[in-house]
């Protein structure tokens, strides 16, 4: 997850992350990667893709709410927290959906329950995927999917209601697919968090014991820090 923090106040900036640190050790929880901007355009100058973003509403040059219109535009899963001495700006704020707005000095347990929100909000974001098989081509939902299992040169895709013989190569659904509820166990498998009922260090048993999933022993500390995570963020 990458977090852009855009204040023209550093006090501020250094706030925000270390509320975020905070957080995420209280929670243990990896800590995203945080970059901060001064200026609306310096954050627009940046070519990196941001899941969440901190705007300060008065900087000089791009006004925050402007910035944070251009990149709901650049990107529609973008989450946007308006940060703000001046209430005034909340009806402008929604024009463009922005997620949250917080006014300074900010307050710690506020903020928390906030950025908790977004984290839920950043996973559950409805996510549509396209599989192509020899017999045509299906949209989905990605939550459906409970795993994809390289078998031999076979690409099978397991749903909740069917399953598919992907023509796609097992590398476009490792790049395809959302890091935050999907992970890569195993050479020849990719599950999702959301089916998962328990694992151990070999296996993972997901939509309760129907399908199982290998998990090798170098990934299982990774693989259950990110399942931890994500299992935070949907409380």
Known sequence: MRIAICD?????????????????????????????????????????????????????????IHTGKILAERNKKILNFIVTSHEDYLDEAMHFHAFRFLTKPLDKNRFFRNYKDALRAHLTVVDRTVIETKEGVYTIDSSDIVM??????KIIITTVNRTYHSTQRFDHWINTLSKQCFFQTHRSYI???????????????LCQGKYTAYLTVRKYSDFKRTYLMYLECMR
């Not at 941001?50 to 000089?60: A, G, N, Y």
């Not at 599950?191 to 048993?205: G, L, P, R, Y």
């Open 191 to 205: 599950v999702n968090m959301e089916h998962i009922d328990n694992f151990n260090h070999n296996t993972v048993s």
């Open 148 to 153: 994809i299992e390289a078998q031999f040169k």
């Open 8 to 64: 023209d106040d550093a006090v501020v900036q250094e706030q925000v992350k270390a509320f975020i640190t905070e957080y995420s050790d209280k929670h243990r929880i990896p800590l995203p990667q945080i970059c901060c901007f001064s200026s609306g355009e310096d954050l627009l100058a940046c070519q990196d893709v941001f899941d969440i973003c901190f705007l300060d509403v008065e900087m000089s040059g791009i006004s925050g």
